[in-house]
């Protein structure tokens, strides 16, 4: 009886030693990846917070730090999908928001610019969800819709956007 005590006791210190081990791991990982970010490496960034991401799936920190890296580069399917995925897991941590806004309004200007109107339409409405006075998203909401040549939906985008303050953006 006290040989199976003991080999449980055995086994639990072992578990927190494991824990502790991809904890560390998981941290060195995270230091590496923010550092290479910040040399502008950001493919070799993306590679050591897709790595903490396949160790801990919740680990939000990554995605926020990945959408970084996408941002960066102008991979804004990737930046918004890391983005999401950070504000899904962290949605009352001050810095996850404005990321996930700028990963979405950087994949519809993308979007508006290259001509991909009605995605660009569905970026901007999502960042709007999130950013709802941001007189320049309604604006480029506006000029998507004049694309589409749907002008009525264009017309209802351009006065929200002067509605909504026509701040100093």
Do not use: H
Not at 13 to 38: H, P, W
Not at 77 to 105: H, R, S, T, Y
Not at 153 to 165: I, K, P, R
Request: hydrophobic share 45%; charged share 20%; net charge positive.
């Amino acid at each position: 009886r006290s040989w199976m005590a003991l080999l449980l006791a055995v086994s639990l210190i072992l578990a927190g030693c494991a824990s502790l081990t991809l904890q560390g791991e998981i941290d060195g990982l995270m230091k590496e990846g923010q550092q290479l970010y910040s040399e502008k490496k950001y493919d070799q960034a993306v590679d050591k917070f897709v790595t903490v991401i396949g160790k801990d799936p919740t680990y939000w920190q990554a995605y926020l730090w990945a959408a970084r890296a996408f941002i960066a580069k102008g991979n804004w399917n990737d930046a918004i999908a890391n983005g999401k995925k950070a504000f899904e897991l962290a949605p009352k941590d001050k810095e996850v928001l404005p990321v996930f806004a700028q990963a979405l309004f950087g994949g519809g200007a993308d979007a508006l610019k290259n001509g991909r109107f009605a995605e660009s339409v569905n970026l901007f409405v999502e960042y709007l969800k999130l950013e709802p006075g941001s007189t320049k998203a309604w604006l480029n909401v506006g000029k998507a819709y004049l694309g589409q040549k749907d002008f009525r939906q264009a017309l209802s985008a351009f006065a929200q956007g002067l509605a909504s303050g026509g701040g100093a953006e």
